[in-house]
């Protein structure tokens, strides 16, 4: 076991290294300043800004900025969703795939411009490469670059320091900045994860699929495609979803331990890079590293408790005389470590891309993907999701704990009020909310009975984690629930679950564009504030015990909400040695 | 607690009144809807658990409502002693007609003899009296009203004991002073201050989403195979919301403006009190706030060609008139060289002390005298075509240093000397400050020396800055750039020059003893008088936030213990297998014996925090670090351990006494 740790400490370690540089370079990139790339990005970006009209001197509102990315968004899935429904068009069609039902298609429109990549279909026998390439690394590029626009949008009104601006408050153009976003940040770490991944094995062809003749001599067919493109993306947006259906887990997808780091440090590095570009860009380092340190907490909680959960197996694997972890669902090539940090960093970084099966982890090794999903996204999050939900949080433990030091609460020096409180608080909640009543009533009607493959409590947590997965754009699945039902590869003769479909693809949106849209006006309040001096008597959030603050604040509002229905899923069967 | 207290708590359960806090609301609706179920009978669960349970929700709004009341009644009683002295008296108006004092109007000229209780608040036109203030200050000793000057303001409802005054009445009918001190104090004037509307929202939205936690546990168990009851389900409800600090709330602020009734202070506004928990910056009068403010004149420092006894003659003639202490102090010791007192002439016209001109003095059979400020002689003198000497700076200068205070004396274009007025800083000054610096305000000593003394005395108090040579509008000035930086000023004044900074400060504190403009220009007042009370009223402030946070805090983190009480209870028979009852940590007895001994917690709780609501949660002048972490560990971790035990007890007493 203790080489597993030492694995554990040796991959947060190069990712701590890494924060800086891109943080770094994140920030200067969304102050406009210059980097090593903009002299080769700079004339692509002007034509861009040419042929979208905007002016980048021109500060939209918050309101501009949200009409703006809710109609990108919108036109990004009407295009997402005529491509899935017209395949038989596709060129790039080796295996001459027909079109998924609508309802299916509806939710894997929404899955991929929510940046959830929730996958109720499988990818190599539902998909043309078109679909792939065309349709889903697009959105996984595009879907990305507007979470980060958000995150970007709420520091600048956090860290702006003139007060009372008229028209222009200088939060930002979203057009611009969703640019430079794709242009010096995306585009040109997933060239290098990409190319890295090929280097391991990783498939990139459009040569469709070889057939074969198994050992024993039975024919067979192996799904190849254009792969590592949009695995590279796929980590690196936070996005998750893979080219194959076992996702990660998939030789082809993630051949061995060292695309395994790849991906995972991928999926890690933007997430955790985010608060440092925060901290440069308010002006304050250690604002960041607070942010971080408070995330980095409850991630290595996470990794600890689902590594010591699956190496010390299950009470009913004990009743069997089985001794060892817990190998059920997991690929020998990376063992239980590997298997383990993977989960805990899909879980809390809301990328939701796995290596290996959720479904079989041991009870209480299962609880801490949950618990992850009900943080909404804070720890780390998805590529600036996390860090716009972790800074709701911030100001409700600011306004709290702010109180508490006899002041009215400010962060940053700007008051934390009514409005803010309103806004923040319906953020906080909604996402929780529409996971509730979503899972309630997918549980008690007969229409969402369908979906629910297993009995008792695993079929319980696997309803619970679709609705936590899609509302908190995780997108990561507790396998069993379904949505899709396809008899033979391509479509034919297949039907959608209408209700999981669409309950899914409506969790997905809420859970996305509501936050995002609540998220916009905070910035559009902050950014108007004036600005408090710091003082003695301010509350300072770069401590240590602001840091536990914030931690307290997070699982206790996460965790109380959720706290009951953990019990009746992972909880109880951590407890007990009888098999459901 | 009387009768009239548990009266009103019953009043409260209103649902129209109710509904102003939305968290007891909820709690109000779950026991009406448990106390159906207990009358309709039926539902799985015991009917005497179903009574238990109802009895114990409406026992957790009362409890509420009852906290309330408590502070309320607080207040009451000093309503009460106040309105007896509205009591109706006849005003005398100066034309000789009778008028009752409830239809005086702004503008009436009224005429109060000794004996007589003056009619309504108003400004001091003639006359000088002393007057009993007692009833609305509590202090027995009679004060000083006069016209002019900064003590011309009067208030209904005292008693004029000596002479008589004239005064023209500044109140329209029925806003006294009086009749607003009454509706603070009685709180009917209480709004929603800013942060306790936050406050509330938080609230409701905790509410909210624990109602949808609820609500949706039913489906959820059931798929679970089993069966929760709505009492449960509401019992579940209301340990999750947070009561307590719902509960609390607006006791905690009413208790806020008590406590500073009890220190004689009036808020006019519950945003003033949360406002001063807020102040970054203090500013300070020198003379009686950190000074004794009677500074006596010690030395006379002639200039060359002029004898010691010329310039204490001039010096006593210029402050004959003037009843400052300071003046009077001029006479005393220019007695020392064997001058008396003398007939005044016809001829001898006082010239008072302006704040613009910043000299007082006399004109007397051609000549004229002046003392005042060094440089305001400086330039009286140049004014008046004479040449002043250059020791004089010097003089000025030394003196300063010395942290006294110099006055000049001139005599038409001639600068005589300079007046050596010692000032002496109250003991414990410096601490004090020391104290404000460590919350994080910043003091500055305003004072209209000059900027060497001022240095000196500031030194010597520990204030952070000061303001010298100050006037009203460098004070204003002053205030206003310090609000530009974002920064919250407090202030305190009593004179009509003051006004204007009173009105810009972020909190204002009027002297009673003041003028009525400076009363009407401040949000508080101040029945005592004394400046250094700002820092109590700044301490106030915070403890009323640090309450709120605290009880929020402790309110949140209980949660956790109440689910350990009731989870395991109410799942007991999930998927069959009986494995949850392992989280019964607390060992509670029974299923009902667990849900009850939550929801007694949660309702005792309630009183037992209302000495803590009332008197506040102790302000210590820490880093707000230090305060955090300090809160943190009370209230935060306190509230997640302290359930634990006290529902233990609680179900020992009714699982193993009551045998639930």
Redesign the interface.
């Given at each position: 076991m203790l080489q597993g740790w030492i694995q554990i400490a040796v991959f947060c370690a190069i990712t701590v290294a890494c924060v800086p540089l891109l943080g770094g370079y994140m920030a200067k990139v969304f102050s406009g300043q210059r980097v090593f790339l903009t002299p080769v990005l700079r004339r692509p970006e002007r034509l861009i800004h040419r042929l979208l009209r905007v002016d980048p001197e021109r500060s939209q509102s918050w309101k501009g900025y949200a009409g703006s990315l809710v109609v990108f968004s919108a036109l990004s899935w009407l295009a997402l969703y005529v491509i899935l429904r017209t395949q038989t068009l596709h060129p790039f069609n080796p295996g001459g795939f027909h079109s998924g039902t609508w309802d299916l298609s509806f939710n894997t429109a929404s899955s991929f411009v929510t940046n959830t990549n929730w996958q109720f279909y499988g990818g190599e026998t539902t998909l043309t490469d078109f679909s792939q390439m065309a349709g889903l690394a697009v959105q996984n590029f595009l879907s990305a670059a507007v979470g980060i626009t958000v995150v970007i949008v709420l520091i600048r009104g956090i860290a702006s320091r003139r007060?009372g601006a008229g028209a222009d408050d200088g939060l930002g153009v979203f057009f611009v900045d969703l640019t430079r976003t794709l242009l010096y940040v995306l585009l040109p770490l997933s060239i290098v994860v990409g190319l890295a991944l090929v280097s391991q094995g990783v498939l990139q062809t459009l040569g469709g699929s070889v057939d074969f003749h198994t050992l024993n001599g039975t024919a067979s067919s192996l799904f190849r495609g254009p792969v590592a493109s949009q695995e590279a993306i796929k980590v690196l947006g936070t996005n998750g979803g893979g080219f194959f259906n076992v996702n990660s887990a998939m030789p082809l997808e993630n051949p061995n331990q060292l695309s395994n780091w790849i991906e995972m440090f991928s999926m890690l590095i933007i997430p955790a890079s985010l608060p440092y570009t925060y901290g440069r860009m308010v002006g304050s380092r250690r604002q960041g590293w607070a942010i971080f340190s408070a995330m980095a907490i409850l991630l290595v909680v996470s990794v600890a408790v689902v590594y010591v959960a699956e190496s010390h197996g299950t009470p009913a694997q004990h009743l069997a005389g089985l001794t060892g972890g817990n190998m059920e669902g997991k690929e020998q090539r990376y063992g239980i470590a590997n298997s383990s940090l993977f989960t805990a960093l899909t879980t809390v970084m809301s990328c939701g891309a796995v290596n290996s099966a959720l479904e079989s982890l041991t009870g209480i090794g299962g609880l801490v993907p949950m618990a992850n999903l009900s943080y909404s996204e804070t720890v780390f999050g998805g590529v600036g999701a996390g860090l716009y939900t972790m800074l709701l949080y911030v100001l409700?433990a600011v306004?709290?704990?702010?109180?508490?030091?006899?002041?009215?609460p400010e962060y940053l020096?700007k008051k934390?009020?009514?409005r803010?409180?309103?806004l923040v608080?319906?953020a906080?909640?909604f996402t929780?909310?529409i996971v509730?009543?979503f899972?309630?009533?997918a549980?008690?009607t007969k229409y969402g009975a369908p979906s629910i493959f297993n009995p008792?409590?695993q079929g319980?947590s696997e309803t619970l984690y679709a609705y936590l997965s899609q509302a908190n754009n995780n997108g990561s699945a507790w396998a069993g629930y379904t949505g899709y039902v396809q008899p033979t590869a391509g479509n034919l003769g297949a039907s959608g679950i209408s209700f999981a479909d669409l309950m899914g693809g409506f969790a997905m949106l809420l859970g996305r564009f509501v936050p995002i849209v609540l998220v916009l006006a905070i910035a559009g309040t902050l950014v108007r504030k004036?600005?408090?001096?710091v003082?003695?008597?301010?509350?300072?959030t770069d401590?240590p015990?602001?840091v536990?603050?914030n931690v307290?604040v997070v699982v206790?509002?996460g965790?109380?909400?959720f706290?009951?229905?953990l019990?009746?899923g992972p909880?109880?069967q951590g407890?007990?040695d009888?098999l459901? | 607690m009387n009768i009239d207290v548990l009266r009103q708590s019953l009043v409260k359960l209103d649902p129209r009144v109710a509904l102003h806090n939305p968290v007891m609301f909820v709690v109000e609706v779950g026991a009406a809807l448990s106390t159906g179920a207990f009358v309709l009978g039926g539902g799985s669960d015991p009917r005497w658990f179903t009574g238990v349970i109802a009895i114990w929700l409406w026992l957790t709004v009362v409890f509420a409502n009852l906290s309330e009341a408590i502070a309320e009644g607080r207040g009451r009683a000093r309503a009460a002693s106040l309105r007896a002295m509205r009591a109706d008296t006849t005003a005398t108006l100066r034309d000789g007609s009778q008028r009752p004092a409830s239809q005086l109007t702004r503008g009436d000229v009224v005429v109060v003899d000794a004996g007589e209780v003056i009619p309504g608040d108003g400004t001091v036109i003639e006359g000088i009296a002393s007057v009993d203030e007692s009833a609305i200050t509590g202090e027995s000793a009679p004060v000083i009203r006069e016209s002019g000057g900064d003590r011309s303001a009067v208030t209904g409802g005292t008693r004029v004991l000596s002479d008589h005054l004239v005064i023209e009445i500044t109140q329209e009918p029925g806003q006294s002073f009086l009749d607003r001190m009454i509706a603070l104090v009685e709180g009917a004037a209480r709004r929603k201050t800013?942060?306790e509307?936050?406050?509330n929202?938080?609230l409701?939205?905790?509410t909210?989403?624990?109602l949808?936690?609820v609500?949706?546990?039913?489906?959820?168990?059931?798929?679970?195979g089993t069966d929760i009851s709505m009492t449960t389900l509401i019992a579940l409800l209301v340990a999750?919301i947070p009561t307590t600090i719902g509960a609390l709330l607006s006791a905690i602020g009413i208790a806020g403006m008590d406590r500073l009734v009890r220190r004689n202070v009036l808020a006019l506004s519950g945003r003033a009190v949360?406002?001063s928990?807020?102040v970054?910056v203090l500013l300070l009068d020198k003379t009686g706030t950190i000074t004794l403010g009677n500074r006596q004149a010690s030395e006379l420092i002639p200039m060359p060609g002029v004898s010691e006894l010329e310039l204490a003659e001039a010096a006593q003639l210029s402050s004959l008139a003037d009843e400052t202490p300071e003046g009077r102090s001029i006479v005393v010791l220019a007695k020392g060289y064997g001058l008396r007192e003398r007939q005044l002439t016809d001829e001898f016209a006082f010239v008072p002390f302006t704040a613009q001109t910043r000299m007082s003095g006399a004109d007397m059979d051609g000549t004229r005298l002046r003392k005042g400020a060094a440089d305001a002689i400086v330039a009286w003198v140049g004014d008046e075509g004479g040449r002043v000497p250059p020791e004089l700076q010097g003089e000025v200068d030394r003196v300063g240093r010395e942290g006294g205070t110099p006055l000049a004396v001139a005599r038409d274009s001639q600068v005589l000397g300079v007046i050596y007025l010692k000032d002496t800083v109250k003991e414990g000054m410096a601490a004090r400050f020391e104290q404000l610096?460590?919350?994080?305000?910043?003091t500055v000593m305003v004072t209209g020396d000059n900027r060497l003394t001022a240095a000196k005395i500031a030194a010597e108090a520990g204030v952070d800055d000061f303001l010298a040579e100050a006037t009203p509008e460098r004070k204003l000035e002053l205030i206003k750039a310090e609000q530009a930086?974002?920064?919250?000023v407090a202030m305190t004044g009593d004179g009509t020059n003051d006004a204007p900074a009173l009105a810009q400060a972020d909190v204002g504190v009027a002297m009673n003893t003041g003028t009525q403009a400076a009363r009407e220009a401040g949000n508080m007042v101040d029945l005592d008088s004394n400046p250094t009370k700002l820092i109590e009223i700044v301490e106030v402030?915070?403890?009323l936030?640090?309450t709120?946070?605290?009880l929020?805090?402790f309110s949140?983190?209980n949660?956790?213990a109440k689910?350990f009480a009731i989870?395991p209870a109410i799942?007991v028979g999930?998927?069959g297998?009986g494995?949850?009852s392992?989280?019964n940590v607390m060992g509670l007895g029974t299923p009902q014996s667990a849900i009850i001994s939550a929801i007694v917690f949660n309702a005792v709780v309630i009183p037992m925090l209302v000495p803590l609501a009332l008197r506040g949660v102790r302000?210590r002048a820490l880093?707000?670090?230090a305060?955090?972490?300090r809160?943190?560990l009370l209230?935060?971790v306190g509230g997640l351990i302290a359930p634990f035990i006290g529902i233990k007890l609680i179900d020992l007493v009714v699982h193993n006494v009551l045998g639930a």
């Open positions: 007060s409700l306004f709290i704990g702010g109180l508490m030091v006899g002041r009215t020096g934390i009020e009514a803010e409180i309103k608080s319906l906080v909640i929780p909310l509730l009543v899972t309630a009533l549980l008690s008792g409590p319980f004036r600005v408090t001096p003082g003695l008597g301010t509350l300072r401590t015990t602001f536990g603050m307290f206790l509002i965790a109380l909400t706290f009951p229905a019990l009746l909880v109880v407890l007990t009888h459901f | 800013p942060n509307i936050a406050l929202i938080l409701a939205s905790l909210l989403i624990f949808v936690v609500v949706t546990l039913k489906p959820v168990a059931s798929f679970a999750l949360e406002a928990g807020d970054d610096r460590a919350m994080g305000i910043r930086e974002g920064r919250l402030g915070k403890q936030l640090i709120r946070g605290a929020t805090t949140i983190a949660d956790v689910y989870l799942f999930a998927w297998v494995s949850l392992k989280l302000y880093g707000a670090t305060l955090l972490r809160n943190l209230y935060g």
